[in-house]
């Protein structure tokens, strides 16, 4: 029924991999910085300097190494990493599920905060409720990673001892990261619900569902959220891209081993494959979660329709 539109979508994917490869290849090699010099080091001698540099391929024109590149990149062939030698495609594999968990994790922290925030907001209008949550709200939007992360490490690690600084050591390991990454995406979320929460509650199947004597739970939740969260599943797959983005500065506060440590360490290495890696993965994820957002829209509002 949808393979027109899937097929669409599928094409449009591969088109934005394929141009934000391209756009990250010139940039990570015009920035300032040799992979060489990080490897060797300022002192060493100009011919280890040459030798190495041929054997990496790093010495070919800037549009063979990109010619290179791309083949790679529609064979599927990410390259092998300048340090250490391992295949991109293997560490990326070893760094995703950390990531995966603590994006799941984040995920889960805001749907728990922005739901019943965005339906009491919108319930008890013009409330200290409402004025309550939306202060809350504000203030976690405010804030920034960077920000929210040593503070709750200062709070809750250092003062009160109740979790780990930093590090992969269990479920104590994944709370701090997942309360600073999810603050700031539940703070949008629940205006987003208190917002349509707002618009939903004046239509006319709502007042008819009160009139059958339905119960207020029941009609907020079977009837007013579920047509609430249709701009909400939208916008949750926009904001998968800020939510990996802010993985990135995340997990090197906490010093999480995902795909966002790796990237800054690869970065500050010069080693293009893995940055390039990292970048394409993190496209794509966006890419694939906006399409299944799509298609959780058609199947919560069946009088949408895509075109064929």
């Known amino acids: 029924m949808y393979l027109n539109y899937i097929i669409k979508r599928l094409f449009g994917a591969v088109f934005v991999l394929f141009s934000i490869s391209t756009i990250v290849f010139f940039l990570i090699h015009i920035i300032p910085g040799d992979p060489i010099e990080v490897m060797l080091g300022e002192t060493a001698r100009a011919t ?26 529609f064979h599927f062939d990410l390259g092998t990493s300048l340090h250490s030698k391992q295949l991109v495609g293997q560490l990326l594999l070893e760094h995703i599920a950390p990531t995966l968990i603590l994006s799941f994790a ?28 939306m202060m809350t709200a504000i203030l976690g939007v405010s804030i920034p990673n960077f920000v929210m992360g040593p503070l709750l490490i200062l709070i809750f690690s250092l003062w009160l001892g109740w979790f780990p600084v930093s590090g992969n050591e269990g479920v104590s390991s994944l709370i701090l ?7 700031a995406l539940a703070a949008i979320l ?24 339905l119960t207020e739970f029941n009609v907020l939740v079977f009837h007013a959220l579920r047509n609430a969260l ?10 998968l891209g800020t939510l990996l983005a802010g993985a990135v500065i995340t997990e090197t506060v906490f010093s999480w081993p995902g795909i966002g440590q790796l990237m800054i360490e690869s970065i500050q290495k010069r080693d293009y494959p893995v940055v390039q890696g990292c970048v394409i993965l993190i496209s794509f994820t966006y890419v694939l979660v906006n399409l299944i957002a799509d298609f959780i829209c058609v199947s919560l509002d069946p009088r949408i329709r895509v075109d064929s």
Request: charged share 20%.
């Open 177 to 183: 990261p997942a309360l600073t990454l999810g603050t």
């Open 230 to 239: 249709l701009p909400v599943v939208t916008i949750l797959g926009m904001q």
């Open 106 to 133: 984040s995920l889960f922290v805001a749907i728990i905060i922005s739901v019943p925030l965005g339906i009491v907001s919108a319930v008890y209008k013009d409330s200290i409720l409402d004025r309550l949550s």
């Open 190 to 213: 629940s205006r987003m619900i208190r917002s349509s929460m707002l618009e939903i509650l004046q239509e006319d199947y709502i007042r008819s569902a009160h009139a059958r004597g």
């Open 48 to 73: 280890d300097k040459e030798v190495l540099r041929h054997s990496l391929g790093l010495d070919l024109p800037i549009i063979q190494q990109w010619s290179l590149y791309l083949r790679g990149f």
